[in-house]
């Protein structure tokens, strides 16, 4: 729908705001003030609907299996994650192997200025070990990595993500992360 007056309708408004004492310049002004309000509006609506990414992190299995890494035992691990690479959250250490649990909740504020299309979460073991990733004074090791595709408005996504472990020939496919993610409107009061 074409919201632009023709000429004939602008003449007619003219004519009829002419009736009623009302000037071009009145009406022209009186358009503008509706334009300004219906902006600030719609930039106070933007404001007021900030989205947040609600993530829980539940567990993770198949972390370091003693069958393929038997030197590996009762570690400390934790899971990096993100949507924002330059504002990374972690979970609290857990200890234990293959299988761990975290069970803990998080709400990210997203920046839709930003490009928000994933979540990025690794899986580090923390620690001394003669598995340790070579070069690091603390002894952390990436064990496993995904990135997972951010939910929608429409519902909730939970599910059981595959992780990829670097290794020195190359990526090889090990253990899986269980999460939910949810977007929802943050409330400004």
Avoid at 52 to 69: K, W
Avoid at 70 to 82: A, D, E, Q, R
Wanted: aromatic letters at 8%; proline letters at 3%.
């Amino acid at each position: 729908m074409n919201t632009d007056m023709t000429e004939v309708q602008k003449k007619q408004r003219a004519s009829w705001y002419r009736k009623r004492g009302r000037s071009n310049k009145d009406l022209t002004n009186t358009i503008m003030d509706r334009r300004k309000l219906i902006e600030n509006k719609r930039i106070a609506d933007e404001r007021d609907n900030r989205i947040g990414l609600v993530l829980s992190i539940h567990h993770a299995e198949g972390i370091d299996d003693p069958s393929n890494y038997p030197s590996v035992f009762n570690m400390n691990y934790c899971v990096l994650f993100w949507v924002y690479s330059d504002d990374q959250l972690a979970t609290e250490f857990v200890s234990g192997s293959p299988d761990l649990e975290w069970n803990q909740k998080y709400c990210i504020e997203l920046d839709e200025s930003r490009d928000c299309r994933f979540l990025h979460v690794e899986v580090l073991r923390c620690g001394s070990s003669s598995e340790s990733s070579p070069g690091t004074s603390n002894g952390t090791r990436l064990v496993g990595r995904a990135k997972i595709p951010l939910p929608d408005f429409s519902g909730k996504t939970e599910g059981r993500y595959g992780l990829v472990r670097l290794e020195e020939d190359g990526y090889k496919a090990q253990g899986h992360i269980t999460l939910s993610m949810k977007l929802i409107k943050i409330d400004q009061s």
